[in-house]
């Protein structure tokens, strides 16, 4: 099991070994909007030639690949790439066997970020992940919820697992004005794009 912690927003309150049910509740509720301090990026991030597109909410961004350490903290997106997404190097590329986990910020001191709406998406709404070229992964919204970093389903997000899993997350929730932190992530939880099942009709013979 991975060791990691985030440093998105002070993202993640520990590693993916203190795994913790997910949380209850609709990421709707609670959810303030404030402005943090600025916190410096990993100098290994780099972008992909990648496009996240997610209709119902407007978000059209281009994806950064983290930096960091596998063992250490998760690498983030500077806030001159607040308009980014970032994926998790060490995770699955977005529609290929594992969990694939896409950071952004929720806000900065100037206003709203990429995943600044996150919390309104819906279950059944698309999500779309250009890999480059014509590579186009298309996810369906399972859940939205909002998580107490303190509790914080990491086992879920980060563990291994031979499904297709994509994971969006960004800061919410209250925010602590000591710490000057959220208290809160919202996790995002969508799957592989289903069609669906074609039924065929057996003709009638007179």
């Not at 993916?16 to 600025?38: K, L, Y």
């Not at 930096?67 to 995770?91: L, T």
Request: aromatic share 12%; with cysteine.
């Amino acid at each position: 099991m991975l060791a990691l912690t985030a440093v998105l927003c002070g993202l993640l309150a520990a590693g993916p070994q203190a795994f913790a049910a997910t949380a209850h509740g609709d990421a709707r509720h609670h959810h303030h909007r404030h402005h943090h301090r600025r916190q410096s990026a990993h100098r290994q991030s780099r972008p992909l030639r990648w496009l996240l597109d997610i209709p119902a909410i407007g978000v059209v961004a281009p994806v950064i690949r983290l930096g960091g350490s596998r063992f250490g903290k998760i690498s983030v997106p500077s806030f001159a790439q607040v308009w980014d997404a970032g994926w998790y190097r060490y995770g699955a590329v977005p529609g290929s066997p594992g969990n694939a986990v896409l950071l952004g910020h929720v806000d900065t001191y100037s206003g709203p970020a990429v995943f600044y709406d996150l919390y309104q998406l819906l279950p059944g709404e698309e999500i779309l992940v250009n890999v480059g070229g014509n590579d186009l992964r298309q996810f369906t919204v399972r859940w939205v919820h909002e998580v107490a970093k303190t509790a914080f389903p990491a086992g879920m997000v980060f563990g291994r697992t031979r499904d297709r899993h994509l994971w969006l997350i960004t800061c919410g929730g209250d925010f602590d004005y000591y710490t000057r932190s959220y208290l809160s992530n919202i996790v995002v939880y969508a799957t592989p794009f289903q069609p669906p099942a074609v039924r065929h009709h057996r003709r009638r013979h007179k």
